[in-house]
């Protein structure tokens, strides 16, 4: 499986509320409830993230990986971890 470099809410975290919801044209108290998982991008959002991001957000690392079905956000494991 391949690692995740930066999830989203990490993302958020480093770039800024106020930054990510102007750049997208959309309310900060819809990037907050990304940042804290209280929902999902949609697709067109997600779009416009891994564009923002120039390639450090994946779909895997804003919606987790398809074989982490009993999970609803994306993980970054360690590369330590067996």
């Known amino acids: 499986m391949a690692s995740i470099r930066i999830t989203l809410s990490e993302y958020i ?3 800024g509320i106020e930054s990510i919801a102007k750049d997208l ?5 819809t990037v907050k409830a990304w ?5 999902a991008p949609r697709v067109k959002q997600a779009k416009q ?11 895997d690392s804003i919606y987790g990986s398809p074989e982490d079905i009993d999970t609803d956000r994306a993980v970054r494991q360690n ?4």
């Open 25 to 29: 044209g959309t309310s900060e108290s």
């Open 79 to 82: 590369a330590d971890v067996a």
């Open 49 to 59: 993230l891994m564009l923002h991001s120039r390639g450090m957000l994946t779909w």
């Open 35 to 39: 940042r804290y998982y209280a929902r």
């Open 13 to 15: 975290q480093d770039v």
